[in-house]
């Protein structure tokens, strides 16, 4: 390994060290009051240029020749004005940095003024004349590079009658780079101290990581691992990102190089003071990245490889964070600045005892990637208490899911068929296609509206087919069903209806393999005048690779059509939450073709009384999944800790998730009427009811 190693770009990129008005380079004066070379205060080495100031605009400049081509990179200066509250205004102009050809034609650009120049001082301001416009012209403006004069300008509202107020010193050019290499345990690790002390050197003064008072003041690109990798360890350091307004929104960034650098920062704590360029991280390499209790406060996006680990670090209004694969325990998200959500994750099992704290807005985390994924202790405040589409749920499945070659728009939608349970109806429907990559199927959706009052739930279901292409039909018994679809939710107007195949019933579609997607309404109360309707295209049918068909209720059969349906069948947008070690149940919204399940052990409690509301023993009670009619309880009365007439168990599938119950009491003595009903599992409170049975008097 090497000792660390501090340097930049701005070392070797100098228009002016500014160490004398006339040598090597002169500068020239704008207004009354001549320039000269300043020894009595200054920034860097020995000495600075200066002015007088009895007049209300004026500046002064150097004559060079500087190309400065590369998008990003900034004219950067030292500037001081000794009266700060006689200056104008920030965007009045009261300090202004200038570039241009001749003293005829130059551009000026707003770094402060009276209201924001406050305490004085020097400053270290960058500009970045090619991408940013400038506040003020003089002639045709700057023109191209290269550029021949450099300087500052400054607008009062009064002259200044004693001595010379005006001050500049060192003009540099370039990214504003802060290149960190090297380090170890043998030799000293890297620091933030370390490279200060190169910056805040007098014969120096980059302008790019300064001490101030409690803290470190940066700007600029900070590359950790530049050249060659770096070991940089430090703790406890409170880092202030200055409120740069010249440059472009990526201009402050932490880049963190060579997959083999080790960063360790722990109790870190990274502020922005501006807007502009908040302050990125970025790791461009796959680094050992270790933030530990770091606090970061008013940045911009985050993007995080695998290697990386986040241990009681703080994001506060932070931007989007990106994943990226890394393990983020006991981590805060509070209040993203993102447009939609504080965390893009595409591995939720690494997420683990973090808290999300909504801004009013956005989701607490988009996933995606399909998968099942163990979920620990994550919590989740001030999101939406339901789960829906209203952009603010906790959770929000954006997997991409994929439906090439599977489906048919609803622009082709031209005609109705009404579908029905009832003798003489039609109760399903369906369309064949070719599945267009080897994927798990997560949604189906249909084109539906409703006639009457529907009730009851349909399903969507994945059959083989038979017969030939064009004629193809259903076959044997479904190969996957989807959740439970309320036709009662429907309206009096078409749209795409979504049926959600979760990752626990659903089935892996094979390239080039033609199947059915029905949509069965027979386990529905619906009749003639109250219908569930599907669109479909049946003036010129212009899908290529299917063709629909009809189940009839009279008869059992299925028939194909010449039609086509509308609908779509997504795969690969499937995700599984397992919820262990506490936390929230997060609220979820789910994307076009995606489907998201929460699998969490709840407690199930069923309660059995009789026509008086006194409890009911040994009353059996047996619990079915409706998707697969898995036993989820089966059990008599009055045997659990809960007493008299309770029936209890714990469930750990997937929910929400439908369920019916068959109550019934067999004995000799009192006769009582079964009863079933339905109910659903809900992922945060479970399932519990009260069954009141009576009387069997024919018995």
């Not at 997959?259 to 680094?287: C, E, H, P, R, Y």
């Not at 993102?338 to 683990?352: F, W």
């Not at 369309?431 to 009730?455: D, H, W």
């Not at 919820?579 to 789910?590: A, D, E, Q, V």
Request: with cysteine; glycine share 10%; aromatic share 10%.
């Amino acid at each position: 390994m090497a000792v660390p190693s501090y340097t930049t770009d701005l070392s070797s990129q100098t228009i002016s060290e500014c160490e004398s008005n006339s040598t090597p380079l002169v500068f020239t004066n704008i207004g009354t009051g001549a320039d000269a070379t300043e020894t009595d205060y200054f920034i860097q080495k020995t000495a600075c240029v200066s002015k007088p100031f009895n007049i209300t605009a004026g500046g002064i400049y150097v004559t060079t020749s500087q190309a400065i081509t590369t998008s990003g990179h900034c004219f950067w200066a030292w500037y001081y004005f000794g009266c700060p509250n006689a200056l104008l205004g920030e965007t009045s102009g009261g300090m202004q940095a200038m570039v241009g050809q001749s003293v005829s034609n130059y551009d000026k650009w707003d770094i402060f003024g009276s209201d924001t120049y406050t305490y004085g001082g020097w400053r270290c301001v960058p500009v970045d004349i090619l991408n940013i416009g400038y506040d003020d012209r003089v002639g045709s403006g700057k023109g191209s590079s290269p550029y021949l004069i450099f300087g500052v300008y400054a607008n009062t509202s009064t002259g200044i009658g004693k001595g010379n107020p005006l001050g500049i010193d060192v003009m540099r050019y370039g990214r504003g780079e802060m290149r960190i290499a090297g380090g170890s345990s043998g030799d000293g690790y890297a620091t933030f101290s370390g490279f200060a002390t190169e910056n805040d050197s007098i014969n120096n003064r980059w302008g790019l990581f300064q001490v101030i008072d409690g803290a470190y003041l940066w700007q600029g690109l900070m590359i950790l691992g530049y050249g060659a990798l770096t070991e940089f360890t430090d703790s406890n350091k409170n880092i202030l990102i200055a409120n740069t307004k010249k440059v472009q929104s990526d201009f402050n960034k932490i880049e963190i190089r060579n997959a083999s650098s080790i960063i360790n920062w722990t109790g870190i704590q990274i502020s922005s003071l501006g807007t502009t360029a908040k302050g990125l991280f970025v790791m461009t390499d796959n680094a050992d990245v270790n933030l530990d209790t770091c606090t970061f406060i008013d940045m911009g996006t985050f993007t995080f490889q695998s290697n990386a680990v986040s241990i009681g670090t703080i994001f506060r209004r932070c931007e989007l964070v990106t994943q990226g694969g890394a393990p983020f325990t006991n981590c805060t998200f509070d209040s993203t600045n993102d447009t939609a959500k504080a965390l893009l994750s595409n591995n939720p099992a690494n997420l683990s005892n973090c808290n999300f704290i909504s801004s009013g807005t956005k989701h607490g985390v988009e996933f995606n990637t399909q998968g099942t994924f163990t979920w620990s202790g994550n919590i989740f405040t001030g999101y939406a208490s339901t789960d829906g589409s209203t952009g603010d749920e906790a959770v929000y499945n954006n997997c991409t899911p994929y439906n090439t070659g599977q489906t048919h728009p609803s622009s082709n939608q031209d005609s109705t068929l009404s579908l029905r349970s009832d003798a003489g109806g039609t109760s399903a429907t369906g369309e064949s296609f070719a599945a267009g990559a080897t994927k798990i199927l997560s949604v189906a959706r249909f084109y539906l509206k409703k006639t009457g009052s529907p009730t009851g739930n349909a399903t969507a279901k994945i059959y083989a087919v038979t017969g030939s292409s064009g004629s193809y039909t259903p076959t044997g018994t479904a190969l996957a069903t989807s959740e439970n679809f309320n036709v009662a939710n429907l309206t009096g107007s078409y749209a795409m209806n979504s049926f959600i195949f979760k990752l626990t019933n659903s089935i892996t579609l094979t390239s080039t393999t033609n199947y059915f997607v029905v949509i069965d309404v027979s386990a529905t109360t619906s009749s003639a005048g109250n219908t569930i309707d599907v669109g479909y295209e049946n003036t010129t049918p212009s899908f290529a690779t299917g063709n629909a068909a009809t189940y009839a209720v009279t008869g059992s059969t299925w028939t194909n059509q010449a039609y086509d349906l509308i609908f779509d069948c997504y795969t690969d947008g499937a995700i599984i939450l397992n919820l262990s070690g506490g936390g929230s149940t997060p609220t979820i919204r789910n994307a076009i073709g995606c489907s998201t399940s929460i699998s969490a052990s709840v407690n199930i409690s069923v309660y059995v009384v009789d026509t008086s509301n006194s409890p009911l023993n040994d009353v059996q009670v047996a619990i079915f999944r409706t998707s697969d009619d898995l036993e989820i309880m089966n059990k008599d009365t009055g045997y659990d800790v809960e007493g008299n007439g309770y029936a209890t168990t714990t469930y750990n599938g997937t929910t929400p998730a439908n369920i019916y119950l068959r109550v019934r009491k067999a004995s000799t003595g009192t006769k009582y009427i079964p009863v079933s009903s339905t109910g659903t599992i809900q992922s945060g409170s479970g399932y519990s009811t009260t069954i009141t049975l009576s009387i069997d008097t024919n018995a």
